[in-house]
């Protein structure tokens, strides 16, 4: 069982920055055998894939909504996944999930399906204004 923990979300004005990170409450998990997704919600919406990358780091995926501006990456020393957000759109306005799939041997592996994650943190809101 992994727990995850997202913080970072916030309120922005578009065109500003904000930094997700997503980790284990109390170090309980180590996420290095686990790759790694980020998603998001809007109100009135299905759940949409943002994000993920494999547990080496070197197999990366972004939504074209997101490409570009949004940045994924972790770091399995500090046992953390970040999603730095870049020039943000009130269209980018939802809930953030990250995500854990695996455990996995395969270091190149991942997906972005969210049916394909087994963990799942409780999200964090990103509100961006006009």
């Known amino acids: 069982q992994v727990q995850l923990v997202e913080s970072g979300g916030g309120l922005v004005q578009a065109g500003g920055s904000l930094r997700l990170s997503c980790a284990p409450p109390?170090?309980?998990?180590?996420?290095?055998?686990?790759?790694m997704g980020w998603f998001r919600q809007a109100p009135g919406k299905e759940r949409e894939f943002v994000a993920a990358?494999?547990?080496?780091?070197?197999?990366?995926n972004y939504s074209d909504s997101v490409k570009g501006r949004f940045t994924i990456s972790r770091d399995n020393t500090k046992n953390t996944v970040t999603l730095q957000m870049n020039s943000l759109k009130p269209e980018d306005t939802a809930v953030y999930y990250c995500?854990?799939?695996?455990?996995?041997?395969?270091?190149?592996?991942?997906?972005?399906?969210?049916?394909?994650?087994?963990?799942w943190g409780q999200g964090t809101q990103v509100t961006v204004s006009s």
């Open positions: 990358l494999s547990r080496n780091g070197n197999n990366i």
């Open positions: 995500a854990a799939d695996g455990p996995y041997f395969n270091a190149s592996k991942y997906s972005s399906t969210g049916a394909d994650y087994d963990y």
């Open positions: 109390g170090h309980t998990s180590t996420l290095s055998w686990y790759a």
